[in-house]
């Protein structure tokens, strides 16, 4: 039997971009070696480079006691799944598309071992629905990290119907050896973070589209009134507005018309306005 104390000292991440590169440097900084899955060739040295960033930056803030040169001989970003074949956790971290986390969950388990852990990143889609295809169903869970993993504290554990019980009592423990705090939740469409986070994003956006305040004014509202860290529309620009839209749509097909997608959210979509990483969204980011 594995020991579900401690973090494994082998850890996957399947996709390198901005979760699954934040989500490998939480397990390095925790001591673990991290081996990272992408898709295509030409990302594999991005993901190098952006862990690399990420971890030196930790370093350099004295947010960690480690030397950079053994960090990097603990990592690993490679296009074989065979090379998962003895990781005792490996986290799917890819885009939030149901067919797309099938196909690496079910290749990631074809590789693993019988007491390996897999998990999910999905901020929505259903655990149980996940599970569907796995052969080990009880041996996988929602590990849902939050953007910037490396400055976030918060991790969701989400519990999928089939999920064994010693497996749920381990996962919060490994979250805290991440130095972070973990909320465990249900399965349930958008757990619990997506679905308020959602929630409140929808209405600000509905509150631009009608004229109420300016997007600084809505979000300054949260920030000061309501002592959020920043508001929910800077948040949506971070997220993506793709990302917010992908949700909302999702959580209104399962959830009802309280989380139907704004025409305004729908119209910046399609014009490319996605936040950040297209330069405008409801701020300028260039």
């Known amino acids: 039997m594995s020991d579900l104390t401690k973090i494994p000292d082998h850890v996957g991440v ?53 030397n950079l040169d053994e960090v990097r001989q603990r990592l690993k970003v490679v296009l074989d799944y065979n090379q998962l074949h003895d990781c005792g956790l490996v986290v799917e971290a890819v885009f939030e598309d149901f067919d ?26 259903s655990l149980a629905d996940l599970a569907e295809p796995l052969k080990r169903p009880e041996r996988f869970l929602g590990l849902h990290f939050f953007n910037p993993v490396p400055a976030s504290k918060l991790i969701e554990v989400v519990v999928a119907p089939k999920t064994r019980q010693d497996v749920v009592e381990a996962a919060p423990r490994w979250v805290e050896q991440l130095a972070k705090t973990p909320v465990v939740v249900k399965d349930s469409p958008g757990f619990a ?37 920043q508001g929910p529309l800077k948040t949506t620009d971070i997220v993506g507005l793709d990302v917010r839209l992908g949700i909302a749509e999702y959580l209104s097909e399962h959830l009802g018309e309280r989380f139907a997608p704004p025409l305004l959210l729908r119209e910046m979509v399609e014009r490319g306005e996605l936040g950040r990483k297209s330069g405008k969204g409801f701020y300028d980011w260039t």
């Open 14 to 66: 399947i996709g390198g971009g901005r979760m699954g590169g934040g989500i490998a440097h939480a397990f390095l900084m925790a001591g673990s070696r991290v081996t990272v899955i992408e898709r295509e060739p030409i990302a594999l040295q991005a993901a190098v480079e952006r862990i690399e960033r990420s971890v030196a930056k930790s370093i350099e803030l004295g947010a960690v006691d480690a």
């Open 100 to 125: 797309v986390k099938i196909e690496a969950l079910t290749a990631a388990e074809a590789v693993l071992g019988d007491q390996a852990v897999l998990a999910s990143n999905t901020s929505s889609i």
């Open 193 to 229: 973070s997506s679905r308020l986070g959602v929630a409140i994003a929808l209405e600000a956006i509905r509150m631009v589209e009608e004229g109420v305040a300016s997007a600084q004014d809505i979000d300054a509202a949260m920030e000061l009134g309501y002592r959020h860290p």
